[in-house]
């Protein structure tokens, strides 16, 4: 237990750290190559901070754990806004980029439905799983096509400060990933041994777990006034994990879904969804308030999913 209990903590140091320098050297790039900081968040930062869903989601599938491996899902794009956005708005408001709310927030949205239409027959299959990656692919062409909208100036940078930045980068990133996987593995023996069951370990414990990296990230880019990487981190992040991680399930171990997920897992991801499109719609800003309710979404999800689990 006290091993756990050190092994937790040194992950959340880890996974403090990691954000740190992954913010700080991915939004210099941007700046210096006139990439639209949120295209960053939504791409490299958002790839970067998916990959603990991905490797948890897959070790699942493969030893044929589904309910872990789902539940990770559904439970990691709720709390990625109601959580990681709450907390991000609550610590400072998030402004909301207008491109944004026109391109990435609705593609993501209706992403999120095509998940849950996918998944209402019971199963994910390898088709399934090749309509998300090609979901995804078609979504990334995209974001290279706009990264740079002629409004941002290339801001010059010596070779040293770049290669020092890319450095940030990748030690950032490594130090998300081990953190990430300290914090989960922790958790999750900190969970059995008071005997929560599979799916509920995977909606809650699990995905708090892998969603640690969007938390760190986001709430260290809003402190650092940069609203687009930590926003566009959660759109890009919630992208990632439907498409890519349960692509990459769907392609390589087609699983079962349990169809009682549709009465409330599967619609709680979509309503919550749809509730940041048309709260950054309408006032272009995730205030204090916003982020009060959105935690307050995050609270009632997960006491509703340990009812059901039960």
């Known amino acids: 237990m006290s091993l756990n209990l050190l092994i937790l903590v040194v992950g959340i140091f880890l996974l403090f750290f990691g954000s740190n320098w992954l913010v700080t050297g991915a939004s210099e790039i941007a700046l210096s190559m006139a990439i639209r900081p949120a295209v960053v968040g939504l791409t490299v930062v958002a790839l970067a901070t998916s990959a603990p869903e991905l490797v ?27 959580l990681v956005l709450g907390l991000s708005a609550l610590i400072k408001p ?41 979901v995804l692919i078609v979504f990334l062409i995209y974001s290279v096509l706009t990264a ?12 040293k400060p770049y290669l020092i930045n890319w450095f940030l980068i990748i030690i950032g ?13 922790s958790a999750v023996s900190f969970a059995r041994s008071f005997h929560f069951s599979e799916l509920f370990i995977g909606l809650s414990i699990v995905a708090i777990g892998t969603s640690l990296p969007e938390l760190a990230t986001s709430v260290v880019a809003a402190v650092r006034k940069q609203s687009d990487i930590s926003l566009g981190n959660i759109v890009g992040s919630n992208l990632f994990n439907i498409c890519l991680v349960m692509g ?63």
């Open 148 to 159: 740079n909208d002629g409004n941002n100036k290339k801001i010059s940078m010596g070779i």
């Open 56 to 82: 948890v989601s897959l070790v699942a599938a493969a030893e044929g754990a589904s309910g872990v491996s789902v539940g990770n899902i559904l439970g990691s794009n709720v709390i990625n806004i109601a």
């Open 248 to 310: 990459a399930v769907g392609l390589i171990n087609p699983i079962q879904i349990s169809r009682k997920l549709n009465w409330f897992e599967f619609p709680a991801m979509v309503i919550i969804t749809l509730l940041l499109c048309i709260v950054a719609s309408i006032s272009h800003r995730i205030n204090r308030i916003h982020g009060l309710i959105f935690i307050l979404c995050f609270f009632v999800y997960n006491i509703t999913a340990y009812m059901l689990a039960h």
């Open 173 to 185: 990133l490594i130090a998300v990933a081990i953190g990430a996987d300290w914090v989960v593995g």
């Open 94 to 134: 998030v402004t909301v980029n207008r491109q944004l709310v026109v391109r990435e927030l609705p593609y993501t949205a209706g992403a999120t439905i095509l998940f849950w239409l996918l998944c209402m027959d019971g199963n994910i299959n390898r088709f399934d799983g090749f309509i998300l990656i090609t």
